[in-house]
């Protein structure tokens, strides 16, 4: 019998495993974050501190220069402005609180006048009510019209009177505006000693371009301003002949009886005056009455 022939196996192609084994990974990508920016910082402003007035010595006066135009106290956001027209008075209690909170303030009391107050600079102590109206032009003071006239000499000056008496308790820079001076003059204030009866030069102040001049205060009297193209504190000493003058005027005019002397302080003299009208005004519409009466009886 013949043999039967197998075909022979066709050989397995060696491999290295499955189809799925034999595909690659892709390597992830993790996204990409984006940078994150510095915070910018917020530039802070700090307030501007009000300008101080910057005093020179000029001989022997003592100048206070004028502020600065493009600063003012008023325009000052570390400043609060406080409008006192109506009153005048800052009372204790506000006082405190001010130095208590070392605030700066400005208190306007009308016409041009204005009181600076530095908080940080009130000493520790009671405080007592102030009454910082201020009186300024011709009669203003109970300063003699002879006295006055031996310091002006013709010069341009102001009175000054401030209501309240005496001591301040603390330093207060008074702002006057003068309306008939030049940017660049001097404001020289003259104080008057009512007990000695004479004047003490206090200092001179230039007026700036606002027509204002500033003072430090302690102490509340009657001033005369002299306004001049320089300082003025020889004035006294230029005019002591003339105060001789007038005092021995004053001597004269105390001498005689009271009903001859001139009224010292003019408001009274006009309130005599207005007080004498009354009077005989009342006096003339009694008689009328009377008579009136007599002649209907």
């Known amino acids: 019998m013949g043999q039967l022939s197998l075909p022979s196996p066709e050989p397995i192609p060696e491999g290295n495993g499955t189809a799925s084994e034999t595909q690659e990974t892709e390597p992830v990508t993790q996204p990409t974050q984006a940078p994150t920016a510095e915070p910018t910082a917020v530039p802070v402003t700090e307030p501007l501190e009000a300008p101080e007035a910057e005093n020179t010595e000029k001989g022997n006066a003592i100048v206070t220069a004028a502020t600065p135009k493009p600063q003012t106290l008023s325009e000052d956001p570390a400043v609060l402005n406080m409008d006192m027209s109506a009153t005048g008075v800052i009372y204790a209690e506000t006082l405190e609180?001010?130095?208590?909170?070392?605030?700066?303030?400005?208190?306007?009391?009308?016409?041009?006048?204005?009181?600076?107050?530095?908080?940080?600079?009130?000493?520790?102590?009671?405080?007592?009510?102030?009454?910082?109206?201020?009186?300024?032009?011709?009669?203003?003071?109970?300063?003699?019209?002879?006295?006055?006239?031996?310091?002006?000499?013709?010069?341009?000056?102001?009175?000054?009177s401030l209501a309240h008496e005496g001591s301040f308790g603390l330093k207060a820079v008074l702002t006057v505006t003068l309306d008939q001076a030049m940017e660049g003059q001097y404001a020289n204030l003259f104080y008057y000693n009512e007990a000695e009866e004479a004047f003490e030069y206090i200092c001179a102040a230039q007026i700036s371009s606002r027509k204002e001049a500033a003072f430090v205060l302690g102490h509340a009297s009657d001033y005369i301003i002299v306004i001049s193209?320089?300082?003025?504190?020889?004035?006294?000493?230029?005019?002591?002949?003339?105060?001789?003058?007038?005092?021995?005027?004053?001597?004269?005019?105390?001498?005689?009886?009271?009903?001859?002397?001139?009224?010292?302080?003019?408001?009274?003299?006009?309130?005599?005056?207005?007080l004498i009208l009354l009077a005989s005004a009342a006096i003339g519409i009694g008689a009328y009455l009377i008579f009136k009466k007599d002649r209907d009886e």
């Open 97 to 160: 609180q001010i130095r208590d909170q070392k605030t700066k303030v400005v208190l306007d009391v009308g016409n041009g006048v204005k009181w600076a107050i530095d908080g940080a600079e009130i000493e520790e102590g009671p405080m007592s009510s102030m009454d910082l109206r201020v009186t300024m032009g011709e009669g203003a003071t109970r300063i003699p019209a002879e006295r006055i006239e031996a310091l002006t000499g013709g010069e341009e000056y102001v009175e000054l």
């Open 229 to 274: 193209d320089r300082t003025r504190e020889d004035l006294l000493t230029e005019r002591a002949q003339q105060m001789e003058e007038a005092d021995q005027a004053i001597e004269e005019i105390m001498s005689r009886p009271a009903e001859q002397r001139p009224a010292k302080d003019k408001n009274k003299a006009a309130l005599i005056i207005a």
